[in-house]
């Protein structure tokens, strides 16, 4: 059986291509088998496919799930009352969430091993941290969601907090002079989604004349670029305007879902985001769902160790991206590592069904 | 603002309250007919149209044999149009403009045309091409192309002064330009969402050679228009017995694989949704089999009875669901008033019609070949265009 405390004492970035397809592999076809078992509508898929569980060679070919199926279908391989926690991926008004249902065995796991990735990149102590977000995002309810869930998470990293924004998404000088008084010559913990930080932070800072010295800092953003990309700003320009604001250098996208939380790809000081052994990215090509090369780009295919609550362990994204290499990053950690290019297009359909709603 | 100086007349009359007035015709007058010769003419000669085949067949449509064929199927003495035509094409066929356009004319009727408010090429060649015939016509005056947002008080205006109301696809386009109220003496016709389906005879294609022709012409039925036209088949219903049926599956879907593949690729986000599809078709139904096929192009699925809402699993861009059976019988349960076209690979359609008769189907209008799906008929439907659109002048 799924031994969680010796899969989770591996160091993150630690084996070599052909040991972590082995590693993978094994694990990964267990908890297919388990999903299997536990899980009706996830065997009907493996039936009709005709997949046989028992002979699995590679994780690669296990099926993938489009993540749009955790929208529509509630998929959990425990019994009901098990359900300790439902997450659901941030959404619009109007827009179907994800329903991720976690035991407390998968939401321990998930805080386990997002730990030992942070860790990795922020170090082992917890540090005073500085949450670029409103803290209405904790305290209501109906704002709560994957946002919500993000700083949560990554609050275990924190000391002691502080919100760089108010309730009306304002600038909170005072209130972040204070806390950085206080935690003069420390090193600082910033954390808050990639938009946010370049809407509310970064641009409001140039407004005002503070300049908060955050040299010691080191960032964690995620969330995605789509926004940004509509202003044309690109990486490097996020990196560079941060700088300016507020001296910082150690800045860290990641890419991560809620599908799968926990397992996050995070970025290095190359600039490139990184698969830890708990988890994979494949890029697959649409024409026939076949591996593509590396510098090749495709839809994002995600396996991980942690979905044991729910069938999300091999995920086909909408995301599209591109893996730059393999065990040869200049940062020195082992593993692919990837691009995102962004979302896939939805496609402008021929045909005289309907288009009233979104075209006429 | 006046309503009509918000309206983008791409061709013809730009009068609409003068298009009111305009004296009807009689069916297939020879006014219209002459005109749709010349435009036949013209959109054959045009080197521009040859890069559109949806235009090229329009012409073709026009051509005197053709109009005089139909002459002799539809005319009728006493026949003729009710008054002003107002038509609402679909926004993604770029071509249907035009036949609506002209059932209206041949029915007697002056048309408005709301063309799709894309830019389709086919659309403004059409325009200009019909603007080089229209001066010695009368064209200009009983036509007007018209392109327009999504503005209601638009649809209230034109709808006010009409008697013949066309809407062309869509379920939601339907109801929304339904809130336009029109005279009470108006007629109207309405071509809703439609689920199609193709039967295969599993014994006739084993015994077909001409593999391109086939592929030619399911390309035409399907992919042409990413499988989204209402005519597109989405069940393929195999007959036969099960060896038959096995063999020419497998016979029929390699011949068009390679063909399709040259013509055709599979988006990203279509290559997502038929997998989707197919996973929601595995998970709803018990005993699906997905068929796995060598690359996206088609996404099959093999489903043990017909016995569900089938409108349910419909994909555009290559999903198919699959059924086979030794008769068409159990056909009637799947069968509703969403079903439009039966279209066929072998067989014989004088047995298909009377299927569909003796059973006393709800749905199904058509019965056609493989790769006539998208034909454009006087008869829609299952509706007769000239009749709905013109009124008889009864004299006894």
Redesign the interface.
């Given at each position: 059986m799924l031994n969680y405390t010796d899969i989770l004492s591996r160091e993150p970035y630690s084996l070599e291509k052909e040991e972590k397809h082995a590693f993978l592999t094994g694990i990964l076809a267990e908890l297919t088998r388990y999903h299997y078992a536990n899980c009706e509508?996830y065997k009907?898929?493996c039936?009709?496919?005709?997949f046989n569980v028992d002979m699995i060679n590679s994780y690669y070919d296990i099926p993938f799930?489009?993540v749009?199926?955790f929208k529509?279908?509630d998929l959990r391989s425990i019994p009901a009352e098990d359900v300790k926690k439902t997450m659901t991926s941030s959404g619009t008004t109007g827009q179907q969430v994800s329903k991720i249902y976690l035991d407390r065995e998968t939401s321990a796991i998930q805080t386990k091993t997002l730990t030992k990735i942070v860790s990795s990149f922020i170090g082992k102590k917890r540090l005073p941290m500085l949450i670029i977000d409103t803290s209405a995002i904790i305290k209501n309810r109906a704002m709560f969601s994957a946002r919500g869930a993000g700083i949560l998470g990554f609050s275990m990293f924190a000391r002691d907090k502080c919100y760089a924004l108010d309730e009306n998404m304002e600038l909170d000088v005072e209130g972040m002079k204070a806390f950085l008084e206080k935690h003069e010559g420390e090193d600082i913990f910033l954390f808050g989604f990639t938009f946010m930080i370049w809407q509310h932070f970064v641009k409001e800072l140039k407004k005002t004349k503070y300049h908060p010295d955050l040299s010691r800092g080191v960032m964690i953003h995620g969330g995605g670029w789509k926004k940004l990309l509509s202003e044309s700003v690109l990486s490097e320009q996020f990196k560079q305007e941060l700088n300016r604001v507020c001296g910082i250098t150690r800045v860290h996208d990641y890419y991560g879902m809620v599908e799968q939380t926990g397992t996050i790809y995070m970025e290095c000081e190359c600039g490139h985001l990184h698969t830890p052994i708990f988890s994979d990215v494949i890029i697959r090509r649409?024409?026939?769902?076949s591996v593509a090369g590396i510098g090749e780009e495709?839809?994002i295919e995600v396996v991980s160790v942690l979905p044991k609550s729910y069938p999300g362990h091999v995920l086909?994204t909408?995301d599209?991206g591109v893996i730059l290499g393999e065990d040869n990053c200049p940062c020195g950690r082992l593993g692919k590592y990837f691009k995102i290019n962004g979302r896939?297009?939805?496609?402008e359909?021929?045909?005289?069904?309907?288009?009233?709603?979104a075209?006429? | 603002m006046q309503q009509s100086s918000k309206i983008m007349v791409l061709f013809g009359n730009r009068d609409f309250e003068a298009m009111m007035r305009l004296p009807v015709k009689p069916v297939f007058s020879e006014e219209i007919c002459s005109f749709l010769n010349t435009l036949s003419g013209e959109i054959m000669r045009s080197r521009e149209a040859r890069r559109f085949p949806d235009v090229i067949t329009f012409g073709f449509f026009c051509r005197k044999a053709n109009i005089t064929q139909l002459k002799e199927q539809y005319y009728e003495e006493g026949r003729i149009g009710r008054g002003l035509s107002l038509h609402i094409a679909p926004s993604n066929v770029p071509i249907n403009f035009a036949y609506t356009m002209v059932a209206g004319l041949l029915a007697g009727n002056p048309c408005i045309v709301r063309a799709s408010s894309k830019r389709f090429e086919q659309i403004s060649l059409l325009c200009d091409l019909m603007e080089k015939v229209a001066c010695d016509s009368i064209a200009a005056e009983y036509i007007s192309v018209v392109q327009y947002g999504r503005e209601k008080e638009i649809n209230d205006y034109l709808s006010a002064m009409s008697d013949v109301r066309a809407i062309w696809g869509g379920d939601n386009t339907i109801n929304e330009i339904r809130k336009s109220t029109l005279p009470t003496r108006a007629v109207e016709v309405c071509f809703a969402d439609r689920y199609s389906l193709c039967v295969l005879e599993a014994k006739d294609v084993l015994k077909m050679t001409d593999r391109e022709r086939i592929a030619q012409d399911f390309y035409n039925d399907t992919y042409l228009y990413d499988q989204n036209a209402c005519s597109s088949p989405r069940l393929m219903y195999w007959l036969g017995n099960e060896e038959d049926i096995a063999k020419a599956k497998k016979v029929f879907w390699n011949s068009i694989h390679d063909f399709i593949a040259k013509k055709y690729t599979i988006e990203p986000v279509i290559a997502v949704d038929k997998l989707t599809m197919s996973y929601r078709a595995a998970m709803d139904i018990e005993g699906v089999k997905l068929e796995e096929d060598c690359d996206n192009l088609f996404s099959r699925i093999s489903i043990p009875d017909l016995d569900m809402n089938l409108s349910d699993y419909v994909c555009p861009g290559g999903s198919y669901l699959e059924y086979s059976s030794e008769t068409l019988d159990e056909l009637c349960k799947a069968v509703n008033k969403k079903f439009q076209t039966l279209s066929y690979l072998g067989g014989d359609p004088a047995e298909y019609q009377k299927f569909v008769i003796d059973n006393g189907l709800p749905g199904i209008d058509r019965i056609v070949p493989m790769g006539k799906t998208a034909d454009f008929s006087l008869t829609w439907d299952g509706y007769n265009l000239i009749s709905i659109m013109s009124r008889k002048v009864e004299s006894y």
């Open positions: 509508l009907r898929i039936d009709a496919k005709g799930l489009p749009r199926l529509e279908y649409s024409s026939d769902f495709g839809l086909l909408e599209s896939i297009k939805n496609a359909i021929r045909g005289c069904s309907d288009t009233y709603a075209k006429f | -």
